[in-house]
């Protein structure tokens, strides 16, 4: 295995997942934000670098493979159609100078092949040791984790139509064990949002049992187990909470995508295997 630094700004949840948890999986030297660039055979850039470091890494003489994940402007970059995300692209490859490419979707995948570099589309892996849902008879609480910010119109609607049912709806649970049915809704209507966004709801979901309902994004479509319940609409999401209600559904739904679930060591034995042939090329 090459010396791989894995580094970018640090702050991020991507970063806790594509770069802490996957660098030492790989036994790689995790460190972001270096003022000094430390021995390495390759820099896993992921997502926005910081003030110059793409600059230290060029003068080390560094080959740069960027983790694109979600680098784009949030939370205006949410709406812009496929050529304004594509122009963002082009320019900030140009800005970063890559040697290779880690895309978050297959989507995103297609959309680099146009720079003629090595290229992966790596899923998100599920968080480690999460607690299984034990998938309770009755469903008491709906949530949804991430930034409440980009709920939107499904917040108020999520609220009404689970305290129409007797239920409670929560956002950002500790944890997901803790939710009879977890929502990942998001009100954004642009192309990144769509196909480039990461499906780590979605393998959260898997990774800990917990039943779910999910926007038709590309990083949820391509990963799906086959359980899964889908909604674009305010009909559709009472349709699905409907149909999540019986726990024969449930339980049967938890066992489905727990046998998907994208878990660390498979993940990082991917991505370990593509850089020992990234870095021989």
Not at 4 to 26: E, V
Not at 141 to 157: F, I, T
Request: proline share 8%; charged share 20%.
């Amino acid at each position: 295995m090459p010396e791989i630094l894995f580094t970018g700004r640090g702050t991020s949840g991507s970063w806790a997942i594509r770069g802490a948890q996957l660098g030492g999986a790989l036994h790689g030297n995790v460190c972001p934000a270096p003022d000094q660039i430390p021995p390495c055979d390759l820099a896993i850039l992921v997502k926005r670098p910081p003030a110059g470091l793409v600059d230290r890494l060029h003068a080390a003489r560094v080959p740069i493979v960027w983790d694109i994940v979600d680098a784009w402007p949030q939370p205006h970059g949410n709406d812009w159609d496929r050529a304004a995300c594509l122009a963002w692209l082009r320019q900030t490859v140009a800005e970063i100078r890559p040697a290779a490419l880690v895309a978050a979707t297959e989507q995103m995948a297609i959309d680099c092949e146009e720079f003629g570099l090595p290229l992966i589309a790596l899923r998100h892996h599920a968080r480690p040791q999460q607690e299984r849902n034990p998938v309770r008879e009755r469903v008491r609480r709906v949530g949804y984790e991430g930034s409440p910010a980009y709920l939107g119109p499904w917040r108020p609607e999520m609220e009404r139509v689970c305290k129409a049912r007797g239920w409670e709806f929560v956002v950002n649970p500790p944890q997901l064990a803790d939710l009879d049915i977890v929502v990942a809704l998001r009100h954004a209507t642009g192309y990144a949002a769509r196909e480039w966004k990461s499906g780590v709801k979605l393998a959260n979901a898997q990774g800990s049992g917990t039943p779910c309902i999910l926007n038709r994004a590309a990083g949820y479509t391509e990963t799906a187990s086959g359980a899964e319940k889908w909604a674009d609409s305010f009909d559709e999401m009472n349709a699905a909470l409907d149909a999540l209600t019986p726990h024969k559904v449930r339980a049967s739904m938890a066992c489905t995508l727990n046998r998907a679930a994208p878990l660390l060591p498979a993940v990082s034995n991917e991505y370990g295997t593509w850089l020992q042939q990234l870095s021989k090329s």
